[in-house]
């Protein structure tokens, strides 16, 4: 369930070009704290100017659409640039006494100097601009705009022309970035491509047509769209013709080494990559013993007429399969999806769970085409801080173009239980409800600087609450359709340091996931797929859920009968999507002890 606010290595990659902005010259005034602070925020706002100015899809996505008209060309020069720039803002950021500043602003300082540090990891170490050829797409940050309701259509498509002026230096420097790429990265850009194709056809040249764009701005407009078009088929011809064919790929894993280091940049939990696949190949366990009691107990009633296998994980998985025979119709599938939001709307209101915003839409839609292909079935594409009144997106891919049997095991997968607990996942209270509270932190850094694994855990965190307030009657059924999807959590976390920093073969792969996750083929094979695509996010989901669970628990044990869970929730979401570390230490030192 990969999500559009997360960075990704491209949006990393980009970021670093902020960094040559015009240098502020700032140092931190002499007086009180309080003068300290005022000139750090002021700090702040000037750095998050320069990131924007350079990075201009970044900026759009999170709402800020000054830049839209600039596309940023990644050439070799500019990352001679970035490079010069990053050691000038390290110099300004160590200016500050951290220890001196207001907890919210320390916070601050760690994201700002993780960032510095992700950046620079991200090009010079993992240098993922090198050999992924998907970070080169424009089809995203061209939809993007013309899906937008921030400006009128006349002055969007006015920055879609400006954009496209420098299309082919882009593309020519993806080409001469790419020296041994991955083939699986190879062919997920060939894919995103061809969707990314489709943003500039009929759509595009209508919304030109019923314009207030004067004659010669349409001609020039249409000009620059077929321009883009050969220029995107250009390269998907390089992909297919030059890349594929050559054969001369490196391998998807980046080891140890820089997996360890890219999980602490990425996901700034309070415990390293060791510790977390350990943690991970424990929690396993205690999963499996509470299925195997559940699937016990429910045994007979599903099977009345036979005996129970001797064998417990037979026993489970029998039940699991009759539980999953319950589901929705291909064609079903993203309406059943979009008629239970009011039912989650409503169970976390009337559950005093946390409060919630309904003037902030939730649509459900179709996955865009140039957003498919990656092995997500379903992801929030969330408004920005600057754009807080958009549309939040709720990204379902339908089943189209897949066989009966391939939709008959996806279907399977995200059977009733399932698809209920994903809903719970990505949308109330999970991503979404968090993104709403995220967008009214009084922290646009960290608002910025979204912690993926915070995002992450959260959503997973609400599933097990939304069950522990008896959402699904308490029922066995539901606790290990849980129990299983929780499962599958954990084993992400096991099957991506086994892929990335291990050595782990894809048949491997798929039979742990689908003997000790209990997971269908179609499900298992996107698994791996994702696996050998990304590296780091897939241990997010289990690092962020467990630092979360953890820090209620501790809570509650310091406050006895005064703990409240809806204040701890609304607490917990008030501080953004800083890494749960950083929100640990904030709200221990304001939590008052029992007594």
């Known amino acids: 369930m990969p999500h559009r606010y997360l960075l990704p290595a491209a949006a990393l990659l980009a970021g670093t070009l902020a960094l040559s902005a015009c240098d502020s010259g700032s140092k931190p005034t002499s007086g009180t704290a309080e003068t300290l602070d005022a000139d750090f925020d002021a700090y702040k706002k000037r750095f998050i100017d320069s990131l924007w100015y350079y990075n201009p899809e970044w900026a759009s996505g999170a709402g800020y659409h000054r830049y839209d008209s600039l596309l940023v060309v990644p050439?070799?020069?500019?990352?001679?640039?970035?490079?010069?720039?990053?050691?000038?803002?390290?110099?300004?950021?160590?200016?500050?006494?951290?220890?001196?500043?207001?907890?919210?602003?320390?916070?601050?300082?760690?994201?700002?100097e993780n960032y510095l540090e992700s950046a620079r990891f991200y090009t010079d170490s993992l240098r993922d601009w090198q050999w992924n050829p998907a970070n080169y797409n424009v089809g995203g940050s061209v939809a993007e705009i013309l899906n937008g309701r921030y400006h009128p259509l006349d002055r969007r498509l006015r920055a879609i022309s400006s954009k496209l002026i420098q299309v082919a230096d882009y593309y020519e420097a993806a080409k001469q970035n790419l020296e041994r790429p991955t083939r699986e990265h190879t062919n997920l850009a060939i894919r995103q491509t061809q969707g990314g194709l489709a943003v500039f056809g009929p759509a595009l040249l209508d919304s030109v047509a019923k314009s207030g764009l004067t004659a010669a701005e349409q001609q020039e407009l249409r000009g620059r769209i077929a321009t883009t078009r050969l220029t995107m088929e250009g390269y998907l011809r390089f992909l297919q013709t030059d890349v594929l064919p050559a054969g001369n790929f490196r391998s998807f894993r980046i080891g140890p080494e820089l997996f360890n280091r890219k999980f602490a940049l990425d996901i700034q939990s309070r415990y390293p990559a060791g510790e977390v696949?350990?943690?991970?190949?424990?929690?396993?366990?205690?999963?499996?013993?509470?299925?195997?009691?559940?699937?016990?107990?429910?045994?007979?009633?599903?099977?009345?007429?036979?005996?129970?296998?001797?064998?417990?994980?037979?026993?489970?998985?029998?039940?699991?399969?009759?539980?999953?025979?319950?589901?929705?119709?291909?064609?079903?599938?993203?309406?059943?999806?979009?008629?239970?939001?009011?039912?989650?709307?409503?169970?976390?209101?009337?559950?005093?769970?946390?409060?919630?915003?309904?003037?902030?839409?939730?649509?459900?839609?179709?996955?865009?085409?140039?957003?498919?292909?990656?092995?997500?079935?379903?992801?929030?594409?969330?408004?920005?801080?600057?754009?807080?009144?958009?549309?939040?997106?709720?990204?379902?891919?339908?089943?189209?173009?897949?066989?009966?049997?391939?939709?008959?095991?996806?279907?399977?997968?995200?059977?009733?239980?399932?698809?209920?607990?994903?809903?719970?996942?990505?949308?109330?209270?999970g991503h979404y409800t968090q993104l709403v509270y995220a967008n009214r932190s009084p922290s646009l850094i960290k608002s910025i600087f979204g912690n993926g694994a915070m995002i992450e855990g959260w959503?997973?965190?609400?599933?097990?609450?939304?069950?522990?307030?008896?959402?699904?009657?308490?029922?066995?059924?539901?606790?290990?359709?849980?129990?299983?999807?929780?499962?599958?959590?954990?084993?992400?976390?096991?099957?991506?340091?086994?892929?990335?920093?291990?050595?782990?073969?894809?048949?491997?792969?798929?039979?742990?996931?689908?003997?000790?996750?209990?997971?269908?083929?179609?499900?298992?094979?996107?698994?791996?797929?994702?696996?050998?695509?990304?590296?780091?996010?897939?241990?997010?989901?289990?690092?962020?859920?467990?630092?979360?669970?953890?820090?209620?628990?501790?809570?509650?044990?310091?406050?006895?009968?005064?703990?409240?869970?809806?204040?701890?929730?609304?607490?917990?979401?008030?501080?953004?999507?800083?890494p749960v570390k950083y929100i640990r230490q904030m709200m221990l030192k304001d939590a008052a002890p029992a007594g």
């Open 277 to 429: 696949y350990r943690k991970a190949l424990a929690h396993k366990q205690e999963l499996l013993r509470d299925m195997k009691q559940r699937a016990a107990r429910l045994y007979p009633q599903y099977y009345p007429s036979q005996l129970r296998p001797a064998d417990s994980l037979a026993v489970v998985q029998a039940v699991i399969q009759a539980l999953s025979r319950q589901h929705a119709t291909p064609a079903g599938f993203v309406p059943a999806v979009r008629d239970q939001m009011p039912t989650l709307v409503r169970w976390v209101d009337e559950h005093q769970l946390l409060t919630q915003d309904p003037t902030k839409p939730l649509v459900v839609r179709e996955t865009p085409l140039y957003m498919r292909g990656s092995g997500a079935g379903a992801s929030v594409s969330a408004p920005g801080p600057y754009d807080t009144g958009a549309d939040t997106y709720y990204n379902v891919e339908p089943l189209d173009g897949q066989s009966a049997a391939q939709a008959e095991s996806y279907l399977r997968e995200y059977n009733t239980y399932t698809l209920q607990i994903l809903n719970i996942h990505e949308a109330i209270p």
């Open 459 to 578: 959503a997973v965190y609400a599933e097990r609450m939304m069950l522990e307030s008896g959402y699904g009657g308490n029922t066995d059924e539901f606790w290990l359709a849980w129990d299983k999807w929780n499962m599958r959590v954990t084993l992400n976390a096991i099957l991506d340091h086994e892929v990335q920093a291990g050595t782990i073969t894809e048949e491997a792969a798929v039979r742990m996931l689908r003997q000790e996750g209990f997971q269908e083929e179609a499900e298992a094979r996107n698994k791996w797929l994702r696996a050998t695509l990304s590296q780091v996010q897939l241990s997010s989901y289990f690092t962020g859920y467990t630092e979360i669970y953890d820090l209620r628990q501790e809570l509650k044990q310091r406050q006895e009968a005064k703990f409240d869970l809806k204040a701890f929730h609304e607490q917990f979401l008030s501080y953004g999507s800083a």
């Open 75 to 112: 050439s070799a020069g500019r990352r001679q640039t970035e490079a010069a720039a990053r050691t000038r803002r390290r110099k300004e950021l160590f200016t500050y006494p951290v220890g001196q500043l207001s907890v919210n602003n320390q916070t601050d300082y760690r994201l700002m």
